[in-house]
């Protein structure tokens, strides 16, 4: 045996994927050469060959049991064609699949490979690409049972084990449990013979040759061990021999293991041949080909007997009972019945003496008979020979004669209904059409054979009732005349409607006749057409090919999805296989919001229902989905030429499919029109009317299921019926068998290689051979390893427990690891080493002894290792006791440490916390002594923090109980004490340092502002003094030039007076009348004044008037004067210089007071005789009076400037004997004293104001006393203000300032 050595391959290499994508792209093109669509699943992985072909040399011959299969991963591929550069290739070849070769030469892109000198293109030199050479086998010529053993494991491998068997009649080669059966045309002789069935019986898969009866065995015996039911899906395209298949199977399940069948097996086996002669047709792909889908179910009770089936049936093709291509035949049982029905049952069915030519529904195609009657031959199909058996059959069915009749009765009906045609009727005005003459009589024997009358249905054949939407509560029913082609449609569909619904009845009966009772499993076959297609396509390939998605999907959700999770859950650590999930295409197609079915059914709902409209649609909705293109995107011409409306491609898993939806309305409403119906439904054959009762009931009840009270479509049924079935195949186990026609032409010992390899793509098989390869496709739990075994062994193996009877046998077996997995709960094994070890398990006696004795020997040996390892055990269990007391101390010692630890670390840590505070505390002491005020009482409340700190520690200390709350809450607390007075201390630092800040800025502030005020003094004192600089220089510029004023008018003075000197006796008259009485109102007046200042001026004895005598400047001031003052008391000008606004009142009163004071003094002076000077200085100095005696004064002394009167100042001292004697101080307010002042040394000051002290003051103008002109005399304000202020004098306020206020 050889040893299979795989290397596995790292995905994420890129190299790697770089290539699986090149191979995908290839692998489709072989398909159908339509385009690049990856086909299924993960198959695309190992059909290339490069990726796994190591070229490991296989170890030395010996037990492969015993052998490795070891894995690596993948070199580069150019290094394994170098490796494989001497050896032998497969390269694709597109007729044979693969050829033989021998690399010559490695080029960029391609290899040049010289094709086998034995086999096809021999001599020539063929340039592949890289990734279509695959590794050969060392012995291309060696097959295997299982695809699996093989070394190398590729798509060229599996096709040439595949061939190489079929070439020796071993149609069957097994891909771990999954059989591939190649039909082979020709009865194998002993391959289905009972003593075969006996073979298999019981045995384990691989054990002997692959068989479809292993797979029924093995189904059989899983539904026993597991109770659970099972399922065999047999696929394959046309042809490939799914019935046979399935046949066989029916056959070994229902045949008693070889024996005879029992009545229920009978009648499970009587329904096939029922079946197809109903539902088999010849077609150019198979002669006895199955138009319909079945899942035959045999349900078993608990002792493993049959107890009744159910047959489950999908699709019957319709459309063949009207119209068959020239090379196909309509159904058998047309055909079986003219050739092999007795004559009187012809005669009763009115088929007389018919000939197939006869009918209209048989001659279009190939009107020819199977057998002797006919020119077709088949090793099968005999139709003489098979209505005997299908009659027989239905008899054992149940059928009775009466039944059997009426059951031929619709198949004759249906031919001479076929048979009726029509022609336009020239009498009908609305274009209607009338019954060919030449048909009437097809029309009555078809009338009669459905219970109608001949006109009923010739009115219901070219008549189409309708109701209209108004008039009455139903609508009033009206005859639409139909047309000729629509007369031939309704006839078609009557035809097919009365058929199918025949075939639904006889499957009905079968069923009726192996009803279930009582069931705990069955076994389900299901034989359905496998993915079909032809150059265009219509709706039976559409739902067909809608199915095996379906199935494709459930195969890699069993084989792919739940193989890999069983490995997960048995825990056997096998790498993920990636396969190409379909559910887009399925949902393409049924999903019922917008799948092609339900835009299917919603386009024949439409008023007007069109393909077209039906096509664009579909394009409309998906117009970038990836398994949906346009007809004109196809790489063949015929798709091409389809337009965008009357068709679409679909990319299914096994290849691209173009369909033609010319047809998709009209197949999918198989719904009778309502003449019809009503026409049927009135007949008079009771079988007739039940067959549409029946399948009323049918639908209703599906009507009930879906909850619409509508006519189901077909798609909608299909639809349906197909979730019904993945959902019961869910529920059992599977296996599958993989059905290949090995050539077009059916015949035996031809195989097509090319054709042959697309089928195994489309089964899957690679992505299956890839997960086997890697898995363990065999598995036993182990009580059922232990109970299929220990049969076979002496008691003292047999009585060990099942998993170490299982590990003991394998040990002395010598099994290598890497052969079998110990799951969970069971083995696994490698793909054929569960057949090795059932092998060696069932050798002869001798080496059964050998094995015992061995598995005896390794059981000892096991024992005395376990002796051994229980006496070291227990030295080094008592060494560990002693280690553990040991560590025990320890542990105890760390745990006390650690619970001492646990109780008082709070406590610590809340001591170690707390202290953390004497810092804070500290710091505090620190801010007290920084304080000036409030110091002892801040101390005082830091000592009670301080102490309540020591208290806190205390109680910690002291309370070892104490709780790790309470120690936070102390620490808190005094936390929160530390943090306040802290605050509070800081704050009041704060508060003093700003005080102090405060106050130095105050001081900063004043110091500044007095700096400020200095300089300002400073300044004004500087200004003053140079303001007092300018008016002394001013004053004494006035002086002079005053002084040089009077000198001038003293020389003009002096002329003058020297002219009225000589003028004088000359007016001398005049003016003393004139003096007089001058003198005489002055008189008066002196005395007025004397008695008004309070006896100051004291008269005492008037002067006579006549004795003054005055100057002509007195009585001339007096003239042409505004205000004459004269007769004005004293008091009134007293008033009137204090009250008056009038400027000029105001200075003639001054003068006219001035006038009169001066004249009192005069009075004064000359009344007091020699005592007059001493008064008169009083007054003021002598030297004013001095001066004003030479004093002229002048007729108009010069007015103020700007209206206001000068202040003027003057200081001059009172002199006596050329002494100072003191000072005298004026203040000139313009002509007229206001204040005087006269200091004497020891004296007190005399202070004196106008208009208070008159009488004491110097009554003299201004321009009289000559201090103007008196050098030094005059001085500024200030000097007076300061002497005045000194001596206690009152401010000043001038007579208009007093008057304003
Ligand atoms: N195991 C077999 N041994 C001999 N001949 C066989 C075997 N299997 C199939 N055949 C031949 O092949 C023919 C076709 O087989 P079968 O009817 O089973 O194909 P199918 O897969 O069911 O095709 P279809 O899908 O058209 O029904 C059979 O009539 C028979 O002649
Ligand atoms: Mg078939």
């Known amino acids: ?270 329904a096939n041949p029922v079946l197809e002669s109903f539902g088999n047709a010849k077609t150019t792909r198979n002669n006895n080909s199955s138009r319909f889908g079945k899942f035959i179910e045999i349900h078993f009770e608990t002792n493993q007997k049959v107890t009744g089936g159910f047959i489950s049936h999908y699709l019957l093709e319709k459309s063949r009972i009207c119209s068959q291509s020239s090379e196909e035949r309509n159904y058998h049982i047309f055909y079986q019945f003219l050739a092999g029905a007795p004559a009187q049952l012809k005669q009763h069915v009115r088929l007389g003496n018919s000939k197939l030519s006869d009918f209209h529904y048989l001659r279009q195609g190939c009107n020819q008979f199977f057998g002797e009657k006919g020119t077709l031959r088949d090793p099968i199909v005999d139709d003489i020979k098979d209505f005997k058996e299908t009659d027989t059959a239905l008899s054992h069915l149940g059928l009775g004669d009466a039944d059997k009749v009426a059951v031929y009765s619709v198949v004759s009906a249906v031919l001479h209904l ?172 049924e999903s019922p919001k917008n799948g092609i079915l339900s835009f299917l059914d919603e386009e024949s709902k439409l008023p007007k229902p069109s393909a077209m409209h039906f096509t664009t649609e579909i394009h409309k909705a998906f117009p970038n989905h990836f398994r949906l293109a346009l007809p004109r995107k196809s790489k063949i011409k015929e798709h091409r030429e389809i337009r965008d409306d009357e068709g679409f491609l679909i990319r299914h898993f096994a290849g691209a499919v173009c369909y033609k939806t010319t047809q998709f309305i009209e197949k999918n409403n198989d719904a009778l029109h309502a003449s019809l119906e009503g026409l049927v439904q009135e007949s008079r054959s009771p079988f007739l009317k039940n067959l549409f009762t029946l399948t009323a009931s049918l639908h209703s009840s599906t009507q009930k299921l879906t909850g619409k009270l509508t006519h189901m479509s077909v798609a909608s049924k299909f639809r349906m019926q197909l979730s019904e079935l993945l959902e019961k195949l869910r529920g059992t186990g599977t296996s599958f068998i993989r059905c290949i026609k090995p050539n077009a032409k059916m015949v035996p010992d031809v195989f097509e290689g090319g054709q042959i390899l697309s089928q195994l793509q489309s089964a899957g098989m690679t992505s299956v051979l890839e997960l086997m390869q890697k898995g363990f496709p065999s598995r036993v739990p182990f009580a059922q390893l232990y109970a299929t075994y220990n049969g076979l062994l002496p008691p003292r193996l047999s009585s060990l427990d099942p998993r170490f009877f299982c590990r003991a046998l394998f040990k002395a077996l010598g099994l290598s690891e890497d052969d079998f997995r110990f799951g969970l709960t069971r083995i696994f094994f490698r793909p054929g080493k569960f057949k090795e070890f059932d092998q060696l398990m069932r050798n002869d006696p001798d080496s059964l002894s050998q094995m015992v004795a061995s598995v005896t020997r390794w059981i000892v040996q096991s024992k005395w290792k376990k002796s051994q390892f229980a006496a070291l055990s227990v030295i080094k269990l008592k060494n560990k006791i002693l280690y553990r007391r040991e560590k025990l101390v320890v542990i105890q010692k760390t745990v006390r440490m650690h619970l001492a630890r646990k109780q008082n670390r709070p406590r610590y840590r809340g001591i170690m916390q707390l202290r953390k505070l004497e810092s804070q505390i500290a710091a505090m002491g620190q801010t007290v002594a920084k304080l000036k005020k409030d110091r002892e009482s801040s101390q005082k409340e830091v000592d009670k923090v301080r102490l309540e700190l020591a208290a806190a520690i205390q109680s910690i200390k002291s309370n070892v109980k104490i709780r790790p709350e309470n120690i936070e809450k102390l620490h808190k607390d005094l936390l929160g004490k530390c943090d306040s007075l802290l605050k509070t201390l800081s704050q009041r630092v704060e508060a003093e340092k700003n005080a102090e800040e405060q106050e130095k800025a105050r001081k900063m502030r004043e110091e500044m502002e007095r700096q400020k005020r200095e300089k300002e003094e400073q300044e004004r004192a500087k200004q003053l003094e140079e303001e007092h600089r300018r008016k ?73 008037p006549t004795q003054l005598k005055r100057s002509n400047y007195v009585v001339n001031s007096r003239a042409g004067k505004k205000y004459d003052l004269s007769g004005w008391k004293y008091s009134e000008l007293r008033d009137a210089i204090n009250t008056s606004c009038d400027m000029e009142l105001l200075e003639a009163c001054r003068e006219e007071f001035h006038r009169r004071l001066k004249v009192y003094h005069a009075w004064k002076a000359r009344n007091r005789g020699g005592k007059a000077s001493s008064e008169m200085d009083e007054r003021a100095p002598k030297s004013i009076y001095q001066h004003q005696q030479s004093y002229q004064p002048s007729a108009s002394p010069s007015p103020p400037p700007g209206g206001i009167p000068l202040q003027r100042y003057f200081r001059i001292p009172f002199t006596k004997d050329g002494q100072n004697r003191g000072l005298w101080f004026s203040h000139f307010d313009g002509q007229y004293i206001v204040r005087q002042m006269e200091i004497h040394q020891g004296k007190p000051p005399v202070l004196l104001v106008a208009g208070h002290d008159d009488m004491q003051m110097c009554e003299l103008k201004l321009s009289e006393t000559g201090l103007t002109r008196k050098r030094g005399a005059e001085i500024l304000e200030y000097e007076f203000e300061k002497e005045w202020n000194r001596n206690g004098g009152m401010p000043y306020m001038r007579p208009l300032d007093r008057r304003n206020s």
Request: hydrophobic content about 35%; glycine content about 6%; some cysteine.
């Open 1032 to 1104: 002394k220089a001013e004053m004494e510029a006035r002086r002079k030039k005053e002084e040089a004023e009077m000198a001038i008018k003293v020389a003009k003075q002096k002329s003058v007076e020297q002219q009225n000197k000589s003028n004088l006796n000359d007016l001398i008259g005049f003016t003393d009348a004139a003096a007089v009485e001058q003198d005489k109102r002055d008189v008066e007046l002196a005395y007025r004044l004397a008695q008004e200042s309070n006896g100051n001026a004291t008269m005492e004895e008037a002067a006579t």
């Open 418 to 589: 076929g048979n009726i045609c029509f022609q336009d009727d020239p009498d009908d005005q609305r274009g209607g059409c009338r019954v060919t003459v030449e048909s009437e009589a097809d029309l009555q024997v078809a009338a009669e054979l459905v219970g109608v009358d001949q006109d009923e249905l010739r009115q219901a054949l070219t008549s189409r009732v309708m109701q209209t939407a108004k008039g009455g509560t139903k609508g009033t029913v009206i005859m639409v005349p139909l047309k000729v082609y629509e007369a031939n449609n309704a006839r078609d569909a009557l035809a097919k409607a009365m058929y199918s619904r025949l075939f639904d009845y006889i499957v009905h009966r079968i069923n009726q006749s192996i009803p279930l009772k009582s069931s705990t499993a069955y076994i389900g076959v299901l034989d359905i057409a496998g993915f079909e297609y032809f150059t265009l396509n219509s709706f039976e390939q559409f739902c067909i090919n809608y199915c095996n998605e379906k199935l494709q999907q459930f195969f890699n959700e069993r084989v792919l999805h739940d193989e890999q999770t069983l490995y997960e859950k048995e825990g056997l650590g096998v790498s993920r296989i990636e396969y190409i999930d379909n559910t887009d295409c399925i949902d393409l197609v």
């Open 1 to 270: 045996m050889k040893v299979v050595r795989l290397p596995t391959f790292d995905k994420s290499d890129s190299d790697y994927r770089g290539q699986v994508m090149s191979n995908n792209a290839r692998s489709t093109k072989g398909m159908m050469g339509v385009n690049s669509l990856p086909v299924n699943g993960g198959g695309n992985v190992l059909r290339k060959g490069l990726p796994i072909s190591v070229q490991t040399k296989p170890s030395a011959a010996g037990s492969s049991m015993t052998n490795s299969r070891k894995t690596e991963s993948s070199p580069d591929p150019k290094d394994h064609l170098l490796l494989m550069a001497s050896r032998r290739v497969w390269f694709t070849d597109p007729k044979h699949g693969f050829l033989l070769g021998q690399i010559v030469d490695l080029g960029a892109d391609k290899v040049t490979v010289e094709p086998d000198s034995s086999g096809m293109r021999a001599g020539s030199q063929l340039q592949v690409a890289y990734e279509s050479v695959y590794p050969a086998e060392d012995n291309s010529s060696q097959d295997y049972d299982d695809n699996c053993s093989l070394m190398y494991l590729n798509e060229a491998t599996l096709l040439n084990n595949i061939r190489l068997r079929y070439e020796r009649h071993q149609i069957y080669t097994y891909t771990a449990n999954m059989l591939t059966a190649v039909n082979p045309y020709v009865e194998i002789k002993g391959l289905y013979t009972a003593e075969t069935i006996k073979r298999y019986q019981g045995k384990s898969l691989g054990t002997l040759p692959p068989h479809v009866y292993a797979i029924a065995d093995k189904a059989f015996r899983d539904m026993k061990v597991t109770k659970q039911s099972q399922s065999i899906i047999v696929s394959g395209e046309s042809g490939a021999g799914k019935t046979e298949s399935t046949k066989y199977i029916l056959r070994y399940l229902c045949g008693s293991w070889g024996s005879t069948a029992g009545p229920i097996e009978q009648k499970i086996l009587d």
